[in-house]
């Protein structure tokens, strides 16, 4: 119910603003009032579809990856799939390709990034969580350095700008055909960890408890990182690079209905999205100019991680 009362804000606010009704009559009728249908169809509604999507699939992402790795601060970036996008859309926006390019090129990006992770475990032949946290932190690092050297070498006036933003995080450049693109990785990702929910919790005990419940731990955890790596690259191949979503709303939907993964996972979602249309709407309409979605993501997610770890600690003692 909340989701659908804000995206009826979201479609309400901006530079225009325009009452609920007129949002209705508009959807209904779009041909009654042409200039309110080009901004709601155009620019407004498929930001808000995106909002849902990227905020639903970070929240998933980071509560796989907080029950598989056993980790409560690990965040979908935690294997270099975010720093790997950076550096795939660095590159598309130095050759000066387009937007479809530069976010094939930072999902591409995101997908090396994870698969150089999972090449040095191999070949350093050992399994285990801590060797893929430890190799994410390595690729992440390497990817950094990696976009720092393409902002060095681009143009200050144009490409270093475009790079910056990227960073930030932005859905203004969302569209339908950006959201279809991206959409089939979307929908695995999230089949895929919501047929896995009911092993992730399980899996949060520990491989060796895991083991003794039947589950085929190294499979399921693959399975578990790569759909969680499709939902985060094609998120940020879409929007930028946003924090603290993944890192926050999993310990927030945890605090409302525990830890058992099979019902934190679809209300993380739904937080997920809900928390970034939010933000969204407030980016575009705050100021005349739109602010950068992980600015206002930091704002409101560290003082709400703070109060995380306060409530937590009480319920200890």
């Not at 998933?60 to 601060?73: D, E, K, R, T, Y």
């Amino acid at each position: 119910m909340l989701v659908i009362v804000t995206i009826v804000l979201a479609l309400s606010c901006g530079r225009i603003y325009y009452s609920p009704i007129i949002i209705f009559q508009t959807l209904l009728h779009p041909q009654s009032n042409p200039a309110a249908a080009n901004i709601i169809f155009n620019l407004r509604l498929p930001r808000i579809i995106g909002a849902l999507l990227i905020g639903a699939g970070l929240a998933m992402a980071g509560c796989s990856f907080q029950s598989v790795f056993h980790n409560p601060l690990v965040s979908p970036d935690i294997l270099g799939v975010s720093y790997g996008s950076a550096a795939g859309a660095a590159s598309a926006i130095l050759l000066g390709y387009g937007i479809g390019l530069t976010q094939l090129f930072a999902f591409v990006g995101g997908i090396i990034a994870v698969s150089l992770t999972l090449l040095i475990a191999q070949i350093l032949h050992q399994r285990g969580t801590l060797i893929l946290v430890l190799a994410g932190i390595v690729i992440s690092g390497f990817m950094q350095a990696l976009v720092g050297l393409l902002k060095y070498i681009a143009d200050p006036d144009s490409q270093l700008q475009s790079i910056v933003y990227w960073q930030l995080g932005s859905l203004a450049k969302v569209d339908f055909s950006n959201i279809i693109a991206v959409l089939p990785f979307l929908i695995i990702g999230t089949i895929i960890l919501f047929v896995l929910r009911w092993h992730m919790t399980i899996l949060s005990l520990g491989n060796q408890q895991a083991r003794l419940e039947g589950i085929n731990v190294d499979m399921e955890q693959l399975l578990i990182i790569t759909a969680s790596t499709f939902l985060t690259a094609a998120t940020v191949c879409l929007s930028g690079n946003i924090g603290w979503i993944g890192l926050v709303i999993p310990h927030i939907a945890r605090l409302l209905v525990g830890d058992n993964t099979k019902e934190t996972l679809p209300l993380a979602a739904v937080i997920g999205a809900l928390f970034l249309l939010i933000v969204d709407t407030m980016a575009r309409s705050l100021s005349a100019g739109e602010i950068p979605l992980s600015i206002l993501t930091g704002f409101i997610g560290a003082p709400l991680f703070v109060y995380i770890l306060i409530k937590k600690k009480v319920q200890l003692n």
